[in-house]
């Protein structure tokens, strides 16, 4: 049943696909030359082991700026310190969630400054109060893994994730601690903020759901 409702969803979805049926999952390029390089693709891997979801096992940069991220069901955006999005990107994220795909942001190594950067800019696009605490009975801590906290990494947690929803359906999550999972990023490193220990069950749970929403 998973796979039937997987497979459904997928075609209904096709611009948003990659060829063949495998979910290509891309990571932000973002306020000009802002990457998302330090952000565990592992989870792509767990996510097709667990599930009858075909991933591509390696993100693929792109440009929030470019038609090309509509090929791209879920991105992932990352980073430290302040950034500004650009008008254009502004519109193309909106248009992008609208469209139909997901968004798993985090601040890296917890970043202070990229958390308020974030937040400014998502005031900016979706308006006051769009992003909302997520209580842990939602979906997305129990799609693949059960999960019933989050777990501190060097640092307290603040116990929660945050989400922007349209039409009652999650589209953005977004973590202040950070979902990074660094300890599987290469040439990566989480120095001394509070990036959640669970991460990569997590993440597999936010894809699966994101996937099957």
């Not at 409702?5 to 932000?28: S, W």
């Amino acid at each position: 049943m998973f796979k039937k409702i997987l497979l459904v969803l997928m075609a209904a979805a096709a611009p948003l696909m990659a060829k063949e049926g495998v979910v290509q999952c891309g990571n932000l390029i973002y306020a000009g030359t802002k990457t998302s390089r330090c952000f565990s693709d592992e989870f792509l891997s767990t996510v097709q082991q667990k599930t009858s979801i075909n991933t591509a096992r390696r993100f693929r940069a792109v440009r929030l700026d470019n038609e090309e991220l509509f090929r791209f069901p879920f991105i992932v955006m990352t980073g430290e310190g302040n950034f500004t999005l650009t008008p254009h990107e502004r519109e193309n994220l909106k248009k992008y969630v609208e469209s139909g795909g997901f968004l798993l942001a985090s601040a890296g190594c917890s970043s202070e400054e990229w958390d308020k950067a974030f937040r400014r800019e998502m005031q900016s696009i979706f308006g006051d109060g769009a992003l909302k605490n997520i209580p842990l009975s939602h979906p997305i801590f129990s799609t693949v893994f059960p999960i019933t906290s989050l777990k501190a990494g060097k640092k307290p947690t603040k116990g929660y994730l945050e989400g922007i929803s349209l039409n009652d359906k999650l589209v953005i999550v977004y973590s202040a601690d950070g979902l990074n999972d660094s300890s599987n990023s290469r040439n990566c490193c989480c120095c001394g903020g509070s990036e959640l220990g669970n991460a990569l069950e997590i993440n597999a749970n936010i894809l699966s759901y994101a996937l099957l929403r």
